[in-house]
């Protein structure tokens, strides 16, 4: 066991060295020179040439991106070309923290909803409850998350003002948990509408596949209840294929954060990273495509763990 | 020896978009105190959902126990509640399935698998529970005991997962051990090992048998009656040396016909023409008569009844009624 999370660790390196030349490589495609927007343009040639030199901006892109490399391995993401003075660890550090509070909340809250209704749905198959759950999580598949915000934000805070429109919690205000779970609430809960759905029909359609096997009725022949057959037989063997999805699902999740910390106005990467863009603060772009990256490795090594843990037919 | 298990005029239908399908139509089976009773029949003809409308776990949703009893002890199960029939299951009845593959649960150890059942029937605390598991490894045959119980049952083979099936099915001295095809899918050498397992463990067990199977060898090595089952009703059932040497139905005949061993002599091998009707699609008349080379017309219009003959024999069959009415006409 150990030695497979050690090998599996190893091999996640190549796929990090992969994702940084692409993003480095995407970084250099795009238009606009990282220059033009520090740099007074009224600056003569040769200053603007010694700019560019003192940069290392003139060096052939293969030695830029080894320099960068040789910087990030020492946990140096480089300066934020905008925010001046600041270091691009610094800017996403600040901002992490959010955003995996929010990924974490939502992903607890999609699989606390999800599972229960899968398996719930899977023991009570072709039922009226079933098909009003499978009409929801299609109709949760189906509809982009930004406009369930958009819907939310405009009726559930604006209109109703049950719940404040965004940000972490109340400006100006002493930290109280409560204030925080409020403001928390909404945002994690729409992030997690499409994998929620999703979840709900794989988790289905996996416990029905369960249920449906030899050692089910042999855990009835033993004369279990059903809840110890569902529970214990059941969902042991039903959730494994259902953890290889959510490694699948955590990219999605990460670019979902994107958007709604756009729409609820919530300070962290996601919402860094499309200011980011707009600004063509190239460090900090690449930084946090890389932390995106690093975020969605582990993730996909917890999985693949979570999944050798459950399942004792694989082999190390 | 007095009757364990009698089940009386048992139907078991499965009801599938407005179509009845009878699969299992009128049983009546007797088993005594430490008898072993086969079961024989060609694919489809019932027996597995007469043993599993026995403990209750006829296919849902569709299948459904619409009339008879099943009578345990003095207990009518049918009659059970949901919760007592868990009860039932496992302690007084257990079950061996045809496929020892699949029958384990992958993510269990061997030694979970064993314990829970005997937690779930019995008083016991857990190390006693893992005690008794090691024991009843022991006995069916697996002398590392102790490693075995922190196996998973990827790592067995085929004949050592269906021992440890046994060690399951026997872990609560059940009075009745329903074993549906617990040989089939093994390899005959490995097939010979289990039926002599069984044989022993029932002597010593004290446990009646009620062993399902095609395979008319298995039945000669283990069974004392043979009950033969066709579209869903028993239609012969008799001592086993008279199914083999003087079978009275004309499908009990066909059957021992088709088992090349059996008859000893080396002669073309015997089938039975045609199909077994579908039970959606049963004739009007005798079931068998479509595929029967005695038919007569009135076997065509009428269902025959399942009539004793003897002491011992009983038969669903035109030919032996008239018989029988005459010797009661004669006495
Ligand atoms: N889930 C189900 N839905 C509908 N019909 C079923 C179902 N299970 C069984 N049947 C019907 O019941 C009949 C009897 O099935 P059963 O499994 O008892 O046969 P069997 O005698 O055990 O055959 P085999 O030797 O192949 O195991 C079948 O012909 C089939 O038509
Ligand atoms: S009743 Fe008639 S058709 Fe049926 S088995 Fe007897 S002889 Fe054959
Ligand atoms: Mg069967």
């Given at each position: 066991?150990?030695?497979?999370?050690?090998?599996?660790?190893?091999?996640?390196?190549?796929?990090?060295?992969?994702?940084?030349?692409?993003?480095?490589?995407i970084?250099?495609?795009?238009?606009?020179?990282?220059?033009?927007?520090?740099?007074?343009?009224?600056?003569?040639?040769?200053?603007?040439?010694?700019?560019?030199?003192?940069?290392g901006?003139?060096?052939?892109?293969?030695?830029?991106?080894?320099?960068w490399?040789g910087?990030?391995?020492q946990g140096?993401?480089g300066?934020?070309?905008?925010n001046?003075?600041m270091?691009?660890q610094?800017?996403?550090?600040?901002?992490?923290?959010?955003?995996?509070?929010?990924?974490?909340?939502s992903?607890?809250?999609?699989?606390?909803?999800?599972?229960?209704i899968?398996?719930?749905?899977?023991?009570?198959?072709?039922t009226l409850?079933?098909?009003?759950?499978?009409?929801?999580?299609?109709?949760?598949?189906?509809?982009?998350?930004?406009?369930?915000?958009?819907?939310?934000?405009?009726?559930?805070?604006?209109?109703?003002?049950?719940?404040?429109?965004?940000?972490?919690a109340?400006?100006?205000?002493?930290?109280?948990?409560?204030?925080?779970?409020h403001h928390?609430i909404?945002?994690?809960?729409?992030?997690?509408?499409?994998?929620?759905?999703?979840?709900?029909?794989?988790?289905?359609?996996?416990?029905?596949?369960?249920?449906?096997?030899?050692?089910?009725r042999?855990?009835?022949?033993?004369?279990?209840?059903?809840?110890?057959?569902?529970?214990?037989?059941?969902?042991?063997?039903?959730l494994?294929?259902?953890?290889?999805?959510?490694?699948?699902?955590?990219?999605?999740?990460?670019?979902?954060?994107v958007?709604?910390?756009?729409?609820?106005?919530?300070?962290?990467?996601?919402?860094?990273?499309?200011?980011?863009?707009?600004q063509r603060?190239?460090?900090?772009i690449?930084?946090?495509v890389?932390?995106?990256?690093?975020?969605?490795?582990?993730?996909?090594?917890?999985?693949?763990?979570?999944?050798?843990?459950?399942?004792?037919?694989?082999?190390? | 020896?007095?009757?364990?298990?009698?089940?009386?005029?048992?139907?078991?239908?499965?009801?599938?978009?407005?179509?009845?399908?009878?699969a299992?139509?009128?049983v009546?089976?007797?088993i005594?105190?430490?008898?072993?009773?086969?079961?024989?029949?060609?694919?489809?003809?019932?027996?597995?959902?007469?043993?599993?409308?026995?403990m209750?776990?006829?296919?849902?949703?569709?299948?459904?126990?619409?009339?008879?009893?099943?009578?345990?002890?003095?207990?009518?199960?049918?009659?059970?509640?949901?919760?007592?029939?868990?009860?039932?299951?496992?302690?007084?009845v257990?079950?061996?399935?045809q496929?020892?593959?699949?029958s384990?649960?992958?993510?269990?150890?061997i030694?979970?698998?064993?314990?829970?059942v005997?937690?779930?029937?019995?008083?016991?605390?857990?190390?006693?529970?893992r005690?008794?598991s090691?024991?009843?490894?022991?006995?069916?045959?697996?002398?590392?005991?102790?490693?075995?119980?922190?196996?998973?049952p990827?790592?067995?083979?085929g004949?050592?997962?269906q021992?440890?099936?046994?060690?399951?099915?026997?872990?609560?001295?059940?009075?009745?051990?329903?074993?549906?095809?617990?040989?089939?899918?093994?390899?005959?050498?490995?097939?010979?090992?289990?039926?002599?397992?069984?044989?022993?463990?029932?002597k010593?067990?004290d446990?009646?048998?009620?062993?399902?199977?095609?395979?008319?060898g298995?039945?000669?090595e283990?069974?004392e009656?043979?009950?033969?089952?066709?579209?869903g009703?028993?239609?012969?059932?008799?001592?086993?040396?008279?199914?083999?040497?003087?079978?009275?139905?004309?499908?009990?005949?066909?059957?021992?016909?088709?088992?090349?061993?059996?008859?000893?002599?080396?002669?073309?091998l015997?089938?039975i023409?045609?199909?077994?009707?579908s039970?959606?699609?049963?004739?009007?008349?005798?079931?068998?008569?479509?595929?029967?080379h005695?038919a007569?017309?009135?076997?065509?219009?009428?269902?025959?009844?399942?009539?004793?003959?003897?002491?011992?024999?009983?038969?669903?069959?035109?030919?032996?009624?008239?018989?029988?009415?005459?010797?009661?006409?004669?006495?």
């Amino acid at each position: 066991m150990i030695t497979y999370i050690i090998r599996r660790c190893l091999l996640t390196i190549p796929v990090l060295v992969g994702i940084s030349m692409v993003s480095f490589g995407i970084v250099q495609l795009a238009p606009g020179e990282p220059t033009a927007l520090f740099i007074d343009p009224e600056i003569s040639a040769e200053d603007r040439e010694a700019y560019l030199e003192h940069y290392g901006l003139n060096d052939p892109i293969p030695v830029q991106y080894v320099k960068w490399m040789g910087q990030i391995l020492q946990g140096n993401l480089g300066y934020s070309l905008i925010n001046q003075g600041m270091t691009v660890q610094e800017m996403i550090l600040a901002r992490l923290p959010n955003t995996l509070l929010l990924m974490i909340v939502s992903a607890i809250i999609a699989f606390a909803i999800a599972i229960p209704i899968g398996v719930y749905s899977a023991t009570k198959p072709y039922t009226l409850k079933d098909y009003t759950f499978t009409t929801f999580s299609f109709l949760g598949v189906a509809t982009p998350n930004f406009w369930i915000g958009l819907l939310a934000v405009t009726f559930l805070s604006v209109q109703f003002g049950w719940f404040p429109t965004g940000g972490v919690a109340t400006l100006n205000e002493p930290f109280s948990i409560f204030d925080r779970l409020h403001h928390l609430i909404l945002p994690a809960v729409v992030l997690g509408t499409s994998d929620m759905a999703s979840l709900t029909r794989y988790s289905r359609t996996s416990m029905l596949d369960v249920l449906d096997q030899d050692y089910i009725r042999t855990a009835r022949a033993k004369g279990f209840k059903q809840g110890k057959v569902v529970y214990k037989h059941g969902l042991r063997n039903g959730l494994i294929p259902v953890i290889t999805m959510t490694g699948l699902m955590l990219p999605n999740f990460i670019g979902g954060s994107v958007i709604i910390e756009k729409v609820f106005n919530w300070p962290g990467i996601g919402l860094l990273f499309i200011d980011a863009t707009f600004q063509r603060d190239y460090p900090l772009i690449m930084g946090l495509v890389m932390v995106s990256a690093l975020l969605v490795v582990v993730g996909n090594l917890l999985a693949d763990i979570l999944y050798a843990i459950f399942d004792p037919r694989i082999e190390y | 020896m007095s009757d364990l298990l009698t089940i009386e005029n048992l139907k078991t239908y499965f009801f599938k978009k407005k179509k009845v399908i009878p699969a299992v139509d009128g049983v009546d089976l007797k088993i005594k105190k430490g008898e072993t009773i086969a079961l024989v029949g060609e694919s489809g003809c019932g027996k597995s959902l007469t043993s599993l409308s026995i403990m209750r776990l006829v296919p849902k949703p569709g299948g459904e126990i619409v009339e008879g009893k099943v009578n345990l002890d003095g207990v009518d199960l049918t009659k059970l509640t949901e919760n007592e029939m868990c009860k039932v299951r496992g302690r007084d009845v257990s079950m061996i399935f045809q496929e020892p593959m699949t029958s384990l649960n992958p993510v269990l150890t061997i030694g979970e698998q064993l314990i829970e059942v005997i937690i779930n029937h019995q008083k016991v605390s857990r190390p006693k529970a893992r005690e008794k598991s090691i024991e009843l490894l022991k006995i069916v045959g697996f002398s590392r005991a102790e490693e075995i119980m922190k196996d998973f049952p990827h790592r067995l083979s085929g004949g050592m997962r269906q021992r440890v099936m046994i060690a399951i099915a026997l872990s609560c001295n059940p009075k009745l051990l329903i074993a549906d095809e617990p040989t089939t899918a093994l390899d005959v050498t490995i097939q010979a090992q289990i039926l002599e397992l069984m044989k022993g463990l029932t002597k010593e067990f004290d446990t009646s048998i009620l062993l399902i199977t095609h395979d008319l060898g298995v039945v000669s090595e283990l069974a004392e009656r043979v009950v033969v089952m066709y579209g869903g009703q028993v239609v012969e059932e008799a001592p086993i040396d008279s199914i083999l040497n003087n079978p009275y139905h004309p499908y009990t005949d066909g059957l021992i016909q088709s088992v090349p061993s059996l008859t000893g002599e080396i002669k073309e091998l015997h089938t039975i023409k045609g199909n077994v009707p579908s039970p959606d699609q049963f004739p009007k008349g005798c079931r068998f008569a479509p595929r029967c080379h005695k038919a007569f017309d009135r076997c065509f219009n009428e269902h025959p009844d399942l009539k004793a003959i003897s002491d011992s024999c009983s038969v669903r069959c035109f030919l032996y009624e008239d018989k029988q009415e005459e010797e009661e006409y004669n006495v």
